[in-house]
């Protein structure tokens, strides 16, 4: 394939999937100015490897994967980052400035409280309506297992929220 070629693909590729990209970076580690760094960061890397993206079965599953991937490792390097931190400086409430929507809140403070791969799946499959198989694809798990996080993770929000506020929650997240 010729350079120019790929050129012409990635760019439309891009310019398709950037947006969705993000979005599920933004959903996936709560920090908007993360988001589009994330979704950057994984164009990239499928850039890179453009011969063996384009070849793949699933090319958006494999690019919401490589997101997935990314948005785990900035979560832990997060966690890791904040523990060393604790060790050395007592840290004062955090301050929300104008919050959006109090509800809104609510979910994102319950989303982050799920481990990442039951938050993975409750998010590409609500807030991206994606099948059971598609999350599965993009998350390199079996059907099982996004139907067992998935199900597990709606209880945790159930108690999280209560039961009316997960109907609330998930046309939120659209």
């Given amino acids: 394939m010729l350079l120019e070629d790929a050129s012409v693909e990635f760019h439309d590729f891009f310019e398709r999937h950037y947006a969705e ?4 970076a933004h959903l996936l580690t709560g920090e908007t100015d993360a988001a589009d ?8 890397a499928l850039w890179q490897n453009w011969d063996r993206f384009r070849a793949a079965r699933h090319p958006l599953a494999y690019a919401r994967g490589v997101v997935a991937n990314l948005a785990r490792e900035r979560i832990r390097s997060t ?3 904040r523990r060393r931190i604790a060790l050395f400086w007592s840290r004062a409430p955090e301050v929300v400035a104008a919050p959006d929507v109090a509800g809104m809140l609510d979910i994102r403070a319950a989303l982050a409280r799920l481990p990442f791969r039951k938050r993975a799946c409750v998010v590409l499959r609500h807030a991206f309506d994606l099948s059971e198989k598609d999350t599965a694809l993009a998350l390199g798990i079996s059907v099982g297992t996004v139907k067992s996080q998935t199900s597990k993770a709606m209880t945790e929000l159930t108690r999280l929220l209560g039961v009316p506020a997960i109907g609330e929650a998930e046309r939120r997240m659209r």
């Fill in 21 to 24: 990209l993000a979005r599920l």
């Fill in 37 to 44: 760094d994330l979704a950057a960061d994984a164009l990239v």
């Fill in 79 to 81: 966690v890791r980052e």
